[in-house]
DNA sequence: ATTAGCACTCATTACAGGAGAGTGCTAACA
DNA sequence: TGTTAGCACTCTCCTGTAATGAGTGCTAAT
């Protein structure tokens, strides 16, 4: 780790000791409060002048003259990089996250959204789960299912226990036989493949192989790309979104109601996760470090989860710049351990 | 209509003009709004008289001595059953409408989902909308897709073009051949059955004749139970739920949050729409008429749609009790009009 | 290097007074 | 008898002022 020279050991004791302040209360935390807490021997003026230097330093600031301190981006930033402790969680919090998590463990997204219940629960903030972005979707199984003559169903499986169906209206009145044998067809050219390449040449051999009419081909080739399309989309969970509301922060009903309205775009939310550093797997984006002008009094948390290093997705928590760091960052940290040995199970090896 | 006794027809008219006002600004109105409003020829003295009527028999109420009045509960009642006056949707609200209904008309779900976000749109309100729920679910097809020697995916295809699957996963290493003949066997049992039976009697069968084991059987037959149950699901749309901050009504964060929370419980939801009264297919539950505390403050306005007469399932608008009811009626009355005409596309003469 | 002491700053609260909107009542009027 | 002008009264809301108090920065003493 390298030491930062410009902050001496007292100094971040009392940065640390003002950011834990300000994160429970809310409040400008003064020299006094400060000197008492801290039980180091120091009075209240020393203090004043250690927070003075902090406050040139950029790691502080003050609202207005002669009131307390608050931290600044700088200094959160500072304290989740140096200062924050991890506190283990509670015996009855992990019970409950393994409690929740572990029954009914089917499908692949009834178990993203429970982790985003179980993150904004445990947290208290706005969490959010983006489900899994195939890198590469491979097709394991396709069907066709005759329900009348001019209507089928469409199943695409693809790795990772993932279906997506379609029905599919046309004016071919095929009937089952031949939909039988286009069904196997299909399987056949398309099973295993990991880019479907719809070339004029497959287009070509169902025709002449199969003598199916050329718009029931149409609709069906486009179906298929319509559904690899959804595996491809990721889903985004969110939850507790409401909790924003608890924070004095944002006792201004117009941010607060453009915030809330701003989560519900899912594109906003999957861009929050863009360009995650390398080199660590929990990537911090405090305040300003935020790219849109709404979010910049948010911070925003994220981890990627996967098994065996693979990373299958994102989640994290969004809350006030104020939020209880350490508490989270165990959390998630914990809750990340958990689900990735149930996406194991769930997942087997199937390589995704 | 039944000549209510009490109001004669400028009470009437005043009280018109007090609701309209207050919905308009949400400020008590005062004896000099009407009277000038009116233009009557009355002065302010005698809109005092009357409107100390008005109050006495309930139908309006003073925040304090001396502010003006706003309509109570029974005002608003009394002014949706009698004076509210519905205008014609604007022309560009019509095509909007249209346009965003008719676009895309594949899924009946994707069509629900667009009418909610609609009507918000429109009215400025909260919407919901509540997916049909069927009387009966028939089966119009099943199907058993072989995946792996451990994994099947169960299809069940429901009238009114519903689908849903579920991975089923067994440890009896069915072979392809074996899943195909199960398939058929369960398509012939179950299709066009209204409610299924999942008695001893098809349980034995299968076993006998299918030489298939117990537990793959069991496993399967839940799998359908399970489809079954979640065709039989009614799924809660909601859109413009942030509306609600918009409203002064709710510049209480407390109250605010209570009522967002409690409107993302779907259960909630759906019981707001029960009892509704016969007779008419527009219900309202005006403020107090609610049985949730929390929505004391709230009015509910609720519609059938479905075609030709059929009940498929309901929706409506929920914003604070000084509602716009002329507007947002019309608005749902005309919403009604073309999704009726969508699903009639859509479904066809598939009776539900 | 630390700190006690002190003057100073600024948000918050409380309080008082005035303006304004609106009422209820009464007496006069058509 | 219904309508209305006039007036006293009520209550909120706004404004200004003063007091409070938390907290600071600076200076001089330790």
Redesign the pocket.
Known sequence: MVWEKELNE?KRTILKSIIDDYIKYA?????????RKLEL????????????DL?ELGYIT????????IPSDKGYRFYVEHLMQLHSLAYEEMEKIQAAMSEQIEEINELIKKVSIIISNITGYTSFVLSPQLKKVTIKTIRLIYVDEKMLLLVVVANGGIVKDKIVKHQSNLDEDTVHRLSNFLNKVFSGKTVVELSEQNFLDIQLNLKVPKEAVKIILEAIEDCIRKIDTIDVYLDGVTNILNFPEFSDLLKAREILELLKEEEVVINLVKNPPPGSNLDYKIGSENELNELKELSVITTVYGSDGKNLGTFGVIGPTRMAYGKVVSSIKYIREVLNKELLKILGDDSL
Request: net charge positive; glycine share 12%.
């Open positions: 007292r409040q400008p935390v003064g020299s006094r409060t400060i000197a021997g120091l009075g209240s003026a020393t203090i004043r002048n250690e927070m003075a406050e003050q609202p207005y003259t002669s009131a307390g301190r």
